[in-house]
């Protein structure tokens, strides 16, 4: 009898864990938005897609994205750009601060709580001290590599603005600052990071549950949808093999190949037009 016992309270024990583990499964679910915050025009494509024709030409789209989240969890990927000595000569129409296109949506900058950084881009990037309240989310390899070796002799900079290194860093130093060590990394419940896209050193970008799918937000990992559509790799990145690869891996995680949302694509407006006046919620 007092063996039938012990065996029991084993069994219970075992259990109990495997309980209170489906208790706690994450649940929560997102709406998605690409929000317009400019046009680039006349951009060649041959800057975005690899081996396209040189006189072809784009009114590049500019955009960051939102997700709304439970209980006031608003998290932006990517913060845009406005200040006037990263945008000054660039011929950006229509132009607009990153915190001015989420209030299209009922949200002032206080109301961010975090901010995903796909990548240190200047269009990506140079928005990060604009929302006091946010915590940032960046692959730790990226700041790594920009705070140092990027401006080393044999280093890589090109489209990095000192400034907005100095930002992250007294940001950092502030504790607004996570740093995302590797790929696949589920940084808070329904979102996930994935690295190898190499547009830079360590870029990153996003899978998003929602509550019928999985969206992903590749940012400039992907440029446009005829990347993916012809299976040709970003005309900017450190390695062009490993950004095709990324985005197959992108194929397997999105629900829906249209759900895989492009970093610069005007389509995206197109494909979702609602609401409509440069906000569109991916569904």
Partial sequence: MRKLQITFFALVVVMLPASTHQQARSTATYEVYALSYGVYP???VSGLVAGADKDRKIDLQM???LLKGPAGRNILVDTGCYHDNVVKGKGIQNLIKASEAIAKLGLMAADITDVVISHMHWD?????DLFPNAKIWIQKDEYAYYTGDAWQPGGKSGGIEPDDVMTLVKLNTQHKVNLVDGDEREIIDGI??????RHTFASQYVSVRMTHGTAVIASDNMYLYENLEKHLPIAQTFDADSNLKAQDRMKQIASRPDLIVPGHDPL????FPKPGNGVARIQ
């Fill in 63 to 65: 955009m960051v994205w």
């Fill in 124 to 128: 990506h990037a140079d928005g990060m």
């Fill in 268 to 271: 995206v407006f197109v494909k």
């Fill in 192 to 197: 996930k990071v994935y690295t190898g896209g």
């Fill in 42 to 44: 006349n951009f060649p």
